[in-house]
């Protein structure tokens, strides 16, 4: 018994990650990714030529990274899960829903992202607008160093945002 739940489990999880690999694939043909370098499980991410609102997505440790300069017109752009890069605001985060794992999608005319599976909503800070999901959109591990962000580095922002429980 507890053998055929194991493989049940096992069979879903490869559904599941299959189910989520084939959505990246869909979703990346859509992504504006922004010039990045990766090496020893960090990603090291230029933003000077973000575009605000406009969603960019990278791929981290084999998880969706977005990362998006957000405009002040953005009902988030006060949020203090945004992260100061120079005189611009960033909204950086683990695309995937906090339900069950599904690759939200930006709407820039309604500044939101909405999930295509159970129908959860997020704004633009990552903030939970509409349940399901039970919590924010992750934010990583991330350095600020000049004009770039290195993911999977804990710099200072991410830790006073750790501390703050932000992230
Ligand atoms: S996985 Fe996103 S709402 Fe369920």
């Known amino acids: ?3 055929r739940r194991d493989f049940m489990g096992m ?9 989520a690999l084939g959505a990246l694939y869909a979703a990346k043909k859509t ?8 090496a020893a499980g960090k990603a090291v991410i230029d933003l000077s030529g973000a ?4 969603l960019n997505t990278e ?3 084999g998880k969706p990274i977005f990362v998006m300069k957000v405009s002040k017109k953005n009902p988030a752009y006060k949020d203090n899960r ?5 005189n611009d605001k960033f909204f ?10 599904c690759i939200p999608t930006y709407f820039p005319d309604k500044g939101k992202f909405i999930c295509p599976c159970h129908g959860g909503q997020f704004d633009a800070a990552g903030r939970v607008l509409k349940a399901p999901p039970p919590k924010p959109l992750v934010i990583p591990p991330f350095n600020v160093k000049g004009t770039k962000i290195v993911l999977g580095e804990e710099g200072e922002e ?9 992230v």
């Open 1 to 3: 018994m507890s053998n």
């Open 11 to 19: 069979a879903l999880g490869a559904f599941t990650g299959l189910g």
């Open 31 to 38: 992504w504006e990714p922004l010039p990045s370098v990766k």
């Open 51 to 54: 575009k605000e609102d406009v």
């Open 59 to 61: 791929v981290w440790r």
């Open 82 to 86: 945004l992260v100061k890069v120079g």
């Open 92 to 101: 950086i985060a683990i695309g995937l829903c906090t339900h069950l794992g």
């Open 158 to 166: 991410y830790k006073k945002m750790k501390a703050a429980k932000l």
